[in-house]
Each structure stands twice: as C-alpha cells, then as structure tokens.
C-alpha cells in the first residue's frame, strides 16, 4: 500500500488510543453499553466486550491482519460488535452503505478488496449483483432467527485486547461520491480516539447519559460521532435502524430509555417538527440535539429553541471526525444562530483564500485542518491523498467565516460558490433566505451559465403550498442584494441526498443542463 503524509509530527502516544471498550468492561461491567432497539436486545459493558473479544477470535481464524472486513446491513449492535473486534484482531473494518445498488456496492468491493463479505438477507439482492463478477474468501449471511454468525461467534476462543499500531488504518469510510468515483477514507486507531473524544467534549456526553443513534453506522457520525462517543464516555447507545419522526420523538420521550442526545442533519429535525406529535412530546431530558451535515436553517434554530430544546450545530467529516460544535449554552445559540461553534479540543484551524493566505475574522476562507482525528489519506488513492493535504494540511473544500469570538460560520462548499458579474455568491446564504419562505419546504441554489452574468442562480425549491416563482424572486429581492437573486426558480418533488443526507448538486447542475 502506498505511504500517507505522517500525522502531523505528533508523539507516537500509544495512551491516546487505549482500548476504552476493555476499560470499561471492568469500570463499569454491569452498565448497559447498547441496546439495539429492532432486535430488543440489550448488552452491558462486560457483554459488549466478551462478544468482541470472541469475535476477534473467529476472526483472526480466518484472515490475517490487515485484511478488510465488509458488512452490508441496517444499524444492529452485531455492527458494533465486528468493529470493535477488527479493531482488536488488527483488521480493516469496511461498512458499505445499502441505499446503494449492487452495482455501486460491487465496486466498493472492488476498490477495498475484502477478505471477509457479511450482508444482512434483507439486502440479498444487492449482494448478489456486487458479487457477481467479483471474488470474496469470505461470505457470511446473517439473517432473523437463522443467524450463523452469532452461534460461531459464541464458539469461538476469546482474542482480548492486543497492542496494536495506532497509526495503521483500522476502518474505510467511503465518501458519498458527490464528484465522482467514491473514496475511501482511511480511519486510524487514533483518528477514531480522537474524533469520540472531540464529540464528547463538544456535546457534553458524560457518563449515565443515553444516545439514541438513527444516523447510519456506514457514516462516521453514527459509527464514530454517536456510538464510539458514547462507548468512550460511559454512555449507552440505542441503536435503531431507521430514522421515523414518529418513533424518534416517542423514544426520547419515553422516561425509562432518559435519552440526552439526538444526533440529526437539518431534514431530520424539521421533519420532526412538522410532525404532528411533536406537540405532545416531552423532551426535557434531552440535553441536546446535535445538527450535522448541513447547516440549520436560524428559522428552525429559533422553533427549536422556542420549544425547549437545545440545538447544537457542529460539523465535520468523514475525514476529519469532529472539527466545530456549539456550547451548550442557549444565550449563545440565540445570539449566533447561523454558527456551528468553536473549534474542537483536538484540532488545529486555518481559513484560506485562494492565495493559501490565512484569513482575518469575518472574511471567507477555505477550512484547512490538522490533528490527531484527521484521517492520513484515501485507500489505494495516491493523488487523491496528495491534491487533498498542503504542507501536512487536509483542504476540507469547504468556506467558513470565524467571527472575533472564535465560533465559526459555514457558508458553503468552496466549490459551489459562484460568480456573477464579478460578485460571489455563497448558495447556502440564498438557500437560509428561501428557508424562511412560508411555501418553501426545502431549497438548494445551484450556480449555472448565463450568457450576460457569466453565471447566476438557480433555485430548486421542494413546495409546502403554492409557488409563484415572480413572488419567490421578490421575496429574495426585499432580503438580498440583487446578484444573490437567483435568476432561475424550479419545483421539485424532492431533492436529491447522499446517504449522509447532503444534497446532491452535481445532479440538480446536471437535471439544469438537461432542462
């Protein structure tokens, strides 16, 4: 395998990277460390551990470390179980994400070259179609009532914890593949460390809490934002398999469970509120409802706050873990409703212009990272790796504006800004305007060609009543200044997202230039 830029000259620190699975299975043996809601089943600390241990055994009877383990299938506890166990056996742990066809998912399987394949029958399917032209070892089917991992799991010879490389790559996240052919990003034993600890110092997560994880376990806010952090405090994690508005509200409403956090991107929590038990629900124990993702409409921070929870805009990614998350701390979500926080414990900032100059506050410049949580390059992707890191810096892509108190604005994808008549326009500006829009479910601003302006908006708008698109282009007149206009209005069903819940803008340019 090619060599990845060397994490930043940190100390070779072994302790950052301690094994807080096995830790806990002796602090705090007899504490529910899951539940996986589907399957009504319940593990405490010491289960958790024992099953992990047991499953880096079998695993290390088949393959060799280093070799990838793929798993296909909904958020279930047996996720976290081969996680950790591939962690402990010194292999690669590949979490593939269902929504894609089997064609997608073939060439994943192509690109991680896994030793071991383990899919769930509800995505038989997919499995068949990604295995067709493609060889694996390894290939286990799990499946309700017949399941024959869990009976060769319970079987096999405990591994327990082992020294390990905190710097060798322990788990591929791929990337939605917005511009192109998916990537795979490499996750360390330190980078998954040091993005649970940056979540849980961000959001608060101490032990006793309870998070209740909707967010796939393919993405690194499930996987590693909410389970890991939650494992890494002393928490527990309730696993459920999909995200229902309903169901969400009813579960942390519910006393017994005394669930305090909630992870969600923006859809999810104005789903929720327009739901119609949203008024009946009691979420006083949740301490927060952690938005990722994207940014969260000020509109929706004010009816969320208005309603006695506490919203806490953060961001990251795939390849960096944790970057930004606000204090909880009501008066300061009030007064920057547009902010995603301040930068975590364990991560170095710059914003750059096009120049590589770093930024003074309140200008725009690209997000520049650096630290134990970021990741050291893409699997098998030399030039991927080297077009994203200067100088031992990753180029997140993305703007942001940092104000005189430290806490940080997104404004949008570096590369989804655009010019017209020699003035940038940051769609995310335009988009919290139609936001506000009483008819305007959703919104996304696209850039697009325009003979006279060189390029201008367009603005794909998902309808909640009537649009009259003469009335939305006065609406954003009165609010905006002229060249933010979007000049092009659309209506849309829906928008299309990536599995994290991003909108896919290559496909609204491309659904323009077919228009």
């Known amino acids: 395998m090619?060599?990845?830029?060397?994490?930043?000259?940190?100390?070779?620190?072994?302790?950052?990277?301690?094994?807080?699975?096995?830790?806990r299975a002796r602090a705090n043996a007899e504490r529910v460390a899951c539940i996986d809601l589907p399957a009504n089943r319940?593990?405490?600390?010491?289960?958790?551990?024992?099953?992990?241990?047991?499953?880096?055994?079998?695993?290390a009877s088949l393959l060799l470390p280093g070799a990838r383990v793929a798993m296909l299938m909904r958020n279930s506890v047996d996720i976290l179980i081969v996680h950790f166990a591939c962690a402990r056996a010194g292999m690669i742990f590949v979490p593939l994400n269902w929504r894609l066809s089997g064609l997608e998912i073939g060439g994943l399987l192509e690109d991680a070259t896994p030793d071991l394949f383990i899919y769930h029958t509800e995505f038989a399917e997919q499995a068949a179609s990604a295995l067709e032209k493609r060889s694996v070892q390894h290939v286990v089917s799990m499946a309700p009532g017949n399941d024959p991992l869990a009976a060769t799991?319970?079987?096999?010879?405990?591994?327990?914890?082992?020294?390990?490389?905190?710097?060798?790559?322990?788990?591929?996240?791929?990337?939605?593949?917005?511009?192109?052919?998916?990537?795979?990003?490499?996750?360390?034993?330190?980078?998954?460390?040091?993005?649970?600890?940056?979540?849980?110092?961000?959001?608060?997560?101490?032990?006793?809490?309870?998070?209740?994880?909707?967010?796939?376990?393919f993405h690194v806010s499930g996987l590693f934002g909410v389970a890991w952090a939650a494992i890494f405090a002393g928490a527990s994690v309730l696993i459920s398999d999909r995200f229902?508005?309903?169901?969400?509200?009813?579960?942390?409403?519910?006393?017994?469970?005394?669930?305090?956090?909630?992870?969600?991107?923006?859809?999810?929590?104005?789903?929720?509120?327009?739901?119609?038990?949203?008024?009946?629900?009691?979420?006083?124990?949740?301490?927060?409802?952690?938005?990722?993702?994207?940014?969260?409409?000020?509109?929706?921070?004010?009816?969320?706050l208005n309603s006695g929870v506490t919203p806490l805009e953060g961001y990251g990614s795939s390849e960096a873990g944790t970057v930004f998350g606000m204090p909880i701390d009501r008066d300061a979500i009030r007064r920057k409703p547009e902010s995603c926080g301040v930068a975590a414990m364990r991560i170095d900032v710059r914003l750059v212009d096009s120049e590589r100059h770093d930024v003074a506050d309140g200008e725009v410049g690209e997000i520049w990272l650096k630290g134990p949580s970021v990741t050291p390059g893409y699997w098998q992707q030399p030039e991927a790796t080297a077009k994203a890191f200067h100088n031992g810096w990753f180029k997140t892509g993305d703007a942001a504006m940092r104000d005189a108190e430290g806490f940080y604005r997104i404004v949008d994808r570096w590369k989804d800004m655009y010019i017209t008549g020699g003035e940038n326009v940051y769609?995310?500006?335009?988009?919290?305007?139609?936001?506000?829009?009483?008819?305007?479910?959703?919104?996304?601003?696209?850039?697009?060609?325009?003979?006279?302006?060189?390029?201008a908006g367009c603005a794909y708008i998902v309808p909640r009543g009537p649009i009259d698109e003469a009335e939305i282009v006065s609406y954003c007149r009165a609010r905006l200044a002229h060249y933010k206009v979007p000049r092009y209005v659309r209506v849309a069903e829906t928008l299309p997202r990536t599995g994290s819940g991003k909108v896919r803008k290559d496909e609204l340019r491309h659904a323009f230039r077919e228009d």
């Open 244 to 304: 229902v508005s309903a169901t969400a509200l009813r579960l942390m409403s519910d006393r017994k469970l005394g669930i305090t956090h909630y992870f969600a991107v923006p859809q999810m929590a104005s789903t929720m509120l327009q739901d119609p038990s949203w008024s009946e629900s009691d979420l006083s124990r949740l301490k927060a409802l952690v938005i990722g993702g994207a940014p969260l409409a000020p509109i929706v921070v004010e009816q969320l």
């Open 153 to 217: 799991v319970a079987k096999a010879t405990p591994l327990g914890p082992r020294e390990s490389d905190p710097d060798a790559p322990m788990t591929l996240l791929y990337t939605s593949g917005t511009t192109g052919r998916p990537k795979g990003v490499i996750i360390t034993g330190r980078n998954a460390w040091s993005t649970a600890f940056n979540f849980t110092m961000s959001n608060a997560v101490a032990p006793g809490d309870a998070m209740l994880c909707d967010m796939p376990l």
């Open 427 to 455: 769609p995310a500006e335009v988009e919290s305007v139609l936001a506000t829009h009483p008819s305007v479910a959703e919104a996304a601003v696209i850039g697009v060609v325009d003979a006279r302006w060189g390029e």
């Open 42 to 59: 319940q593990l405490t600390y010491r289960e958790l551990a024992d099953a992990a241990d047991r499953c880096a055994g079998w695993l």
């Open 2 to 23: 090619e060599s990845f830029p060397s994490m930043h000259g940190l100390a070779k620190d072994r302790d950052l990277v301690a094994d807080f699975l096995a830790f």
